[in-house]
């Protein structure tokens, strides 16, 4: 399958716990994005990436989420400190670098914050 | 600022009926994407068409349709003759050409249940 691939798929953590997320785009796609989806929700962004570089940021992701995309290949995404409020599907997309091409999305990870 | 509306929450039909979801959008930008997601239960958003703002010409595939039309702002999604497999959600989504990274602005997203 060479589809966004996303793990785990789900995740229950204890608050306070941190978690790390992993992505791996289709392989020839420089940009990879994070998103965000809570119950009956639309995604929203949280941060995207061109090959290794983070180039933006959105406010929603506070100073407890990190980011890294290493080698532009896979990417993480680490929550700090979980709060309940996380709780949330966490979607990659990725694209082959124009901004008018279509993402592809990976299944999410489901995370709960108990 | 931009914004997507979907103003249909949930709706249901009966198999073969046709249903069209609403979607309104605010931008200032001249210049934008629009775009249909479609997801199902499993999850994975699943693109379904892409439509620049320099082209208002009607789009048929199969059995979906879209109507857009830039005067009122709206990027409208009909389904014929629906089947089962078309319950999921579908999102409605703008994306600002310039200097934003190919960042999707979404709706909230309307949920299609069809019933045999």
Known sequence: DTGVSQDPRHKITKRG???????????EHNRLYW??????QGP??????????????????SDRFSAERPKGSFSTLEIQRT????SAMYLCASSAG??????????????TVV | ??????????????EKEDVTLDCVYETRDTTYYLFWYKQPPSGELVFLIRRNSFDEQNEISGRY???????TSSFNF??????????????????????????LIFGQGTELSVKP
């Open chain 1, 17 to 27: 716990q941190n978690v790390t997320f992993r992505c791996d785009p289709i392989s």
């Open chain 1, 35 to 40: 998103y965000r989806q809570t119950l009956g």
């Open chain 1, 44 to 61: 929203e962004f949280l941060t995207y990436f061109q090959n290794e570089a983070q180039l933006e940021k959105s406010r929603l992701l």
């Open chain 1, 83 to 86: 709060e309940q409020g996380d």
């Open chain 1, 98 to 111: 124009r901004q008018n091409t279509e993402a592809f999305f990976g299944q999410g990870t489901r995370l």
């Open chain 2, 1 to 14: 600022a931009q914004k997507v509306t979907q103003a249909q929450t949930e709706i249901s039909v009966v």
């Open chain 2, 65 to 71: 349709s879209w109507n857009f039309q830039k005067s």
């Open chain 2, 78 to 103: 009909t389904i014929t003759a629906s089947q089962v497999v078309d319950s999921a959600v579908y999102f409605c989504a703008l994306i600002r050409i310039y200097n934003q990274g190919g960042k």
